[in-house]
């Protein structure tokens, strides 16, 4: 059984139609690679399967459940990170997690002694303010914070974005386990290293997904050849928009 | 509910750890407010508006000393210097003076004045007042003055008249006991005025003195420049982590109320320490006891309380005028215009009563009247439920227009 189902989500910001009809579906365990030009509608979309943001029409279900009938849902099924930390800066990170941890079934003390916490170096540093910490833990603590209620489908939205190669190489390693756990992961990047993770490769464009199956593969196994693969998609993008009407 | 009582809890706590940062601004802020105020009380209470009456006195020719002595001696007495200051001078130039408008009314002193008064004959000195000029804006000057002459002459005239009947009749011992007796009755009944006038206080600055009502404006401007300060806390959340507090199920009034309590909670006990620290202060010295008791008039759990509202509602307003744009820059801006503008329109800075009537009627539309009000009340140590019930209507209404903010930004 399918743990999403997203069937013709369109969405219009004034005139400019953004998604025009996306579906897509995934499976429990598997991590879902979406790549498109900036500004193509993959925060949009994002933001639409997290609850963020109400779609135009369409249906999004999540093991068979509406989560338009109930928001609860969206927090039961969903742990989002935007590209922008959804943190409170002047709080500290313990402050932060407690607030992400409170209807949580799992331990805040436990995960931050040998749990994601610790697997990411948060304990070190629970008592400092989020203002003051790097781009790099900050998005650690976002994903810990979207994790903390064990929810069954991760969605990134282009997690490693200006961070550095020990981070990106942390939080991949972490998604790894986090989908060997029988967990979906949802990610848009632009780079092969971070959708490496990727079962299957949707390509979005002009409103619409169309699945990549030539790249589903090779991002896997080979990341040269993956990343010739893409080059290609964007190049092939790109004469596309620069092709008058 | 629980996550609600946490996220307050949080707010709260982010508010107190930002306090030395917030307590700096706000004394640079106090500064700012403190020279607003007074440059007000200057504007409106100046000694230009309240110079005394330059009065010539025409003095006969060959009035004696003692003529001059007397009204050198009134004119050394405090309530008369304030109002009247007596100039001698040629009967020519003293209606010259009032022409030009620097003399403001001419006594003309009769020949034996003194002397007059003396032996009972008291031949009334004649006053002249100006048509137009800051003595005669109101008949009713004049009016007063010639009933006050009339008066005085009346009783004169009876006390004398009562006297002479004494003497002729042998009661020369009954004298000073009808003397007393008709002083009294002419006292209380000719002279008093208030047995034809209701007696009715009338101020600019309404139930509060002056001191309060300044005090209420500093204490209004303060809290909403502070605001500026606290701007870090009070400004809207990124649409992200709104997103993820709806997802946690935290509804968006929920999230803008936790930040509001947050500030208000922390400049409420901040409130609270310094009313402590003056209520022990004030144990020590009189002299600050007496100034403490022109500011207010005691404050109770009633006040305190009315105090949060007040401050609560304050931090409201701030919120919502912060959360007009998504530029600090320009907020900020907005905030100190809004705030001078509505304070002005309240009449906080210039007393309503010196406002034209339009500005009168526009200032129940302002959220500072209602704020200023709850003030005045824990000030003067009075309870208006409807300056209560305003200022949770006010608190309501900002809480709308913030959601509403939010809604249209995301």
Redo the contacts between chains.
């Keep these: 059984m399918n743990i999403i189902e997203v069937t013709d989500i369109k969405k219009s910001y004034r005139r400019k139609k953004v998604l025009t009809g996306a579906s897509f579906h995934a499976t429990p365990g598997e991590c879902i690679g979406i790549v498109g030009a900036n500004g193509c509608g993959k925060s949009t979309l994002l933001?639409i399967l997290?609850?963020?943001?109400k779609a135009d029409s369409g249906q999004i279900l999540y093991s068979g459940k509406n989560p338009l009938k109930s928001?609860?849902i969206?927090?039961e099924y969903?742990g989002?990170v935007?590209?922008?930390?959804?943190?409170?800066?002047?709080?500290s990170v313990y402050?932060n997690l407690?607030?992400?941890y409170?209807?949580s079934k799992r331990s805040l003390e436990d995960d931050l002694n040998s749990g994601i916490l610790a697997h990411f170096g948060l304990s070190a540093y629970r008592d400092y303010d989020v203002a003051t910490l790097s781009g790099g833990m900050k998005k650690r603590l976002s994903i810990a914070?979207a994790l903390a209620k064990e929810p069954p489908i991760l969605i990134l939205d282009e997690p490693g974005a200006s961070l550095d190669i020990v981070c990106k190489e942390d939080i991949k390693n972490y998604l790894a386990s986090y989908q060997a756990q029988g967990n979906t992961t949802i990610i848009t990047s632009h780079e092969t290293g971070e959708l490496s993770l990727c079962d299957r490769m949707y390509l979005l464009q002009n409103g619409v997904l169309t699945e990549l199956y030539e790249l589903a593969k090779p991002i896997r196994q080979d990341s040269a050849i993956a990343d010739i693969l893409l080059n290609r998609i964007y190049s092939s993008i790109a004469a596309a928009e620069s092709r008058p009407d | 509910m629980?996550?609600s009582l946490?996220?307050f809890y949080?707010r709260v706590?982010?508010a107190f750890?930002?306090l030395p940062k917030i307590l700096a601004a706000t004394a640079a802020f106090s500064i700012i407010v403190t020279l607003i105020g007074f440059a007000g009380t200057k504007l409106l209470y100046s000694d230009d508006g309240m110079q005394p009456m330059d009065v010539a006195l025409v003095l006969p020719d060959g009035s004696g000393m003692y003529t001059r002595a007397a009204f050198a001696f009134i004119n050394e007495i405090d309530t008369v210097k304030s109002h009247c200051s007596f100039r001698e001078m040629s009967e020519t130039d003293a209606f010259d003076g009032l022409k030009s408008g620097n003399i403001d009314a001419i006594i003309f002193v009769p020949d034996n004045f003194i002397e007059h008064i003396l032996n009972g004959t008291n031949t009334p000195a004649e006053v002249i007042l100006p048509k137009s000029g800051k003595t005669s804006s109101s008949p009713l000057f004049r009016e007063l003055i010639n009933a006050g002459v009339g008066d005085l002459a009346i009783a004169q005239a009876g006390i004398y008249a009562v006297d002479d009947v004494c003497v002729r009749h042998g009661l020369r011992s009954e004298i000073s006991k009808a003397e007393l007796y008709l002083n009294e009755k002419y006292l209380s009944y000719a002279l008093n005025r208030t047995v034809y006038f209701e007696k009715e206080t009338v101020t600019s600055t309404g139930s509060l003195t002056l001191v309060q009502f300044y005090i209420r404006t500093a204490i209004v401007l303060l809290l909403m420049f502070s605001s500026i300060s606290c701007m870090?806390?009070l400004f809207r959340e990124?649409?992200?982590?709104n997103?993820?507090f709806?997802?946690?199920?935290i509804s968006t009034p929920v999230v803008l109320l936790s930040k509001t309590i947050g500030v208000s909670v922390m400049f409420f006990a901040l409130s609270s320490v310094l009313i402590l620290f003056c209520a022990i202060i004030s144990g020590f010295s009189d002299r600050f006891t007496l100034i403490l008791q022109q500011v207010s008039s005691g404050l109770g759990i009633t006040e305190f309380i009315l105090m949060f509202v007040a401050i609560f509602t304050t931090f409201s307003v701030a919120q919502t005028i912060l959360g007009i744009s998504d530029n600090i820059s320009a907020d900020v801006v907005l905030l100190f215009l809004l705030t001078l503008i509505m304070m002005f329109l309240s009449g906080a800075l210039i007393p309503s009563a010196f406002l034209p009537s339009v500005i009168q009627k526009i200032s129940i539309f302002m959220p500072t009247t209602w704020i200023l009000n709850l003030w005045g009340n824990i000030l003067s140590g009075t309870f208006d439920a409807v300056n209560v019930i305003a200022n949770i209507a006010v608190c309501c209404v900002c809480t709308a227009l913030q959601a509403l903010l939010v809604k249209i930004n995301?």
Excluded at chain 2, 238 to 241: A, D, H, N, S
């Design positions: 933001n997290s609850g963020s943001l928001h609860r969206f927090s969903i989002f935007p590209q922008e930390n959804p943190l409170m800066n002047h709080l402050d407690r607030l992400w409170c209807d914070c | 629980k996550k946490l996220l949080l706590k982010s750890l930002s870090h806390l990124g649409r992200c982590l997103a993820s709806s997802r946690k199920g995301s």
